[in-house]
């Protein structure tokens, strides 16, 4: 099973600061959300989704994809859990495909370690947004 690594600092800007990746563009997930891999939040992207609304411009894009669901507790547990787009000040304005979803694995016994997976395809210009649970 091949897993992408989400490593962008940009990805834990929850507060509209409208920091952008390297090449300095808007960050777009759609080629990830397309191949539907499995991904994780890592290194300066933090350790997991978002269980917070991020504001308009943040996590490298026009908006952020964040959840509020329960995490799977078991390690190796798959929860299906609904996922949502923030934009303008509202925490649901874009709501995912195919009953707004992605899948989530519990990967250890470590905190935030998750894996994901998108069912269906999404919109430009949005990413996922990640946050440390270590300190967010």
């Known amino acids: 099973m091949e897993t992408v690594n989400l490593t962008g600092s940009w990805r834990r800007d929850l507060d509209g600061s409208n920091l952008l990746p390297a090449n300095g563009f808007y960050a777009c997930d759609r080629e990830l959300q397309k191949a539907q891999h499995w991904f994780r939040f890592t290194g300066s992207a933090g350790s997991q989704m978002s269980n ?79 946050m440390n649970v270590d300190f967010d």
């Open 52 to 130: 917070r609304c991020p504001v308009k411009y943040s996590c490298g894009s026009h908006g952020g994809f964040w959840t509020n669901a329960p995490m799977p507790t078991v390690v190796g547990e798959i929860h299906q859990v609904a996922i949502y787009g923030s934009w303008n000040g509202d925490c649901s304005w874009y709501t995912w495909p195919q009953t707004n979803s992605m899948l989530v694995q519990k990967c250890s016994e470590r905190p935030g370690d998750y894996i994901y997976k998108v069912l269906g395809t999404g919109s430009c210009y949005w990413t996922f947004c990640g």
